[in-house]
C-alpha cells in the first residue's frame, strides 16, 4: 500500500501562519493529484484544497480561498499547504491524499490513499 506522511501541525494564535507537509513514499508521485481534507471535532470530513499532477491547476473551498496556497515538487515527491491568517474555525486534523486521477479531484471517493493526519490548533 502506497503511504503519504503530513507534518508541521501545530499551536498557532489567529492570525499567524503554518506549512503543512506531505511526501508520498511510491514512485509515481509525480502522475497524480495531491488533495488536502481536514475534520475537527464533531464535524464531517471537508476538502480544503487540491492540486493536479504538473502543479498547473488547483482547486480552494471559498473559506480558504486567498488564505491558503497549495504547491508541489514532484522532484522532491513532496507537496506543501501554506496556510496564512489562521482563523479559530481553521483548527482540525489535516490529511493529505493522493487522487485516483492526475487532475484536480474535490470528492473523497475520489482519493485512494491518505496519510494519518497533522493536527492544527488556532487559539483565539
Known amino acids: 500500500q502506497v503511504q503519504l506522511a503530513e507534518s508541521g501541525g501545530g499551536l498557532v494564535q489567529a492570525g499567524g501562519s503554518l506549512r503543512l507537509s506531505c511526501a508520498a513514499s511510491?514512485?509515481?508521485?509525480?502522475?497524480?493529484?495531491i488533495g488536502w481534507f481536514r475534520q475537527a471535532p464533531g464535524k464531517e470530513r471537508e476538502f480544503v484544497a487540491a492540486?493536479?499532477?504538473?502543479?498547473?491547476?488547483?482547486a480552494y473551498v471559498d473559506r480558504v480561498r486567498g488564505r491558503f496556497t497549495l504547491s508541489r515538487d514532484n522532484a522532491k515527491g513532496m507537496c506543501w499547504l501554506q496556510m496564512d491568517s489562521l482563523k479559530s474555525e481553521d483548527t482540525a486534523i489535516y490529511y493529505c491524499?493522493?487522487?485516483?486521477?492526475?487532475?484536480?479531484?474535490?470528492?473523497?471517493?475520489?482519493?485512494?490513499?491518505w496519510g494519518r493526519g497533522t493536527q492544527v490548533t488556532v487559539s483565539s
Open positions: 511510491q514512485l509515481y508521485f509525480a502522475n497524480y493529484g
Open positions: 492540486i493536479n499532477w504538473a502543479g498547473t491547476d488547483t
Open positions: 491524499a493522493r487522487a485516483l486521477s492526475s487532475g484536480v479531484e474535490q470528492q473523497s471517493s475520489h482519493y485512494k490513499y
